[in-house]
């Protein structure tokens, strides 16, 4: 018998969380046996939006087909929430957090509390991320105003990696002027911090002349 998931994520957003709830989508769909998948797409900042026809195609069936059985009072076994932590959130009986995670060395409290209350389990991308879930600790007080010493993460945490992706490389028409280059994708704002990636390139390679820096970068346009 086939489970009723609800994959709640930004299905349609092209960015990293994006990209990770379609991996986990294009995965639960590998096994229709398994689940009956329904889709509600979530904003993600001020990124772009998917345009591949071959890629909104099923999603978007997906997403009317949950809409409509919403409105009927349909009910979900289980629910894969593809966010951060404090957007977690009670939707079904099962719930599952899947997170990118942390890339520091500490959980902000809010996070641990939101992943012990809403759901029952947590799946990050690194062992890094797990390994931080796992270990951060806090001393609280409960209601009663008790100490409560290593006070951290009561749900499981489990990391399963991307996995790798196989494709036929394109002929780029670059030419360059250095036989070793540095490659950094990534989004042109302040938590990315590529002025300081620039800035350091520059103090390492200053006297280097063999070696380049190619930047693959976008921005966030702000509309009124």
């Given at each position: 018998?086939?489970?009723?998931?609800?994959?709640?994520?930004?299905?349609?957003?092209?960015?990293?969380y994006?990209?990770?709830?379609?991996?986990?989508v294009?995965?639960?769909?590998s096994?229709?046996?398994?689940?009956?998948?329904?889709?509600?797409?979530?904003?993600?900042?001020?990124?772009?939006?998917?345009?591949?026809?071959?890629?909104r195609?099923?999603?978007e069936?997906?997403?009317?087909?949950?809409v409509?059985?919403?409105?009927?009072?349909?009910?979900?076994?289980?629910?894969?929430?593809?966010t951060i932590?404090?957007?977690?959130?009670?939707?079904?009986?099962?719930?599952?957090g899947?997170?990118a995670?942390?890339e520091?060395t500490?959980?902000?409290?809010?996070?641990i509390d939101?992943?012990?209350?809403?759901?029952?389990?947590?799946?990050?991308?690194?062992?890094?991320?797990?390994?931080?879930?796992?270990?951060?600790?806090?001393?609280?007080?409960?209601?009663?105003?008790?100490?409560?010493?290593?006070?951290?993460?009561?749900?499981?945490?489990?990391?399963?990696?991307?996995?790798?992706?196989?494709?036929?490389t394109?002929?780029?028409?670059?030419?360059?002027?250095?036989?070793?280059?540095?490659l950094?994708?990534?989004?042109?704002?302040?938590?990315?911090?590529?002025?300081?990636?620039?800035?350091?390139?520059?103090?390492?390679?200053?006297?280097?002349?063999?070696?380049?820096?190619?930047?693959?970068?976008n921005?966030?346009?702000?509309?009124?």
């Amino acid at each position: 018998m086939t489970k009723k998931i609800l994959v709640k994520g930004p299905v349609l957003s092209r960015s990293g969380y994006g990209e990770q709830a379609r991996f986990a989508v294009e995965a639960l769909r590998s096994r229709e046996d398994l689940f009956d998948i329904y889709l509600m797409n979530i904003p993600w900042g001020n990124t772009g939006q998917v345009t591949d026809p071959k890629v909104r195609g099923w999603i978007e069936e997906a997403i009317f087909k949950t809409v409509g059985y919403i409105q009927s009072g349909g009910q979900f076994d289980m629910s894969l929430q593809v966010t951060i932590p404090n957007e977690f959130e009670k939707i079904a009986p099962v719930n599952i957090g899947y997170t990118a995670g942390i890339e520091t060395t500490k959980v902000a409290p809010e996070w641990i509390d939101k992943c012990n209350t809403t759901v029952d389990r947590v799946v990050v991308v690194s062992d890094h991320s797990r390994k931080v879930f796992e270990t951060t600790k806090y001393e609280i007080q409960d209601n009663n105003g008790n100490k409560v010493p290593n006070w951290g993460m009561k749900v499981p945490v489990k990391s399963v990696n991307y996995s790798v992706r196989d494709a036929e490389t394109e002929d780029l028409d670059i030419t360059f002027e250095t036989d070793k280059n540095f490659l950094v994708v990534s989004q042109w704002g302040p938590r990315k911090n590529v002025d300081n990636t620039i800035r350091w390139f520059v103090e390492q390679f200053q006297d280097d002349s063999d070696t380049g820096l190619v930047l693959k970068t976008n921005i966030v346009a702000v509309l009124n």
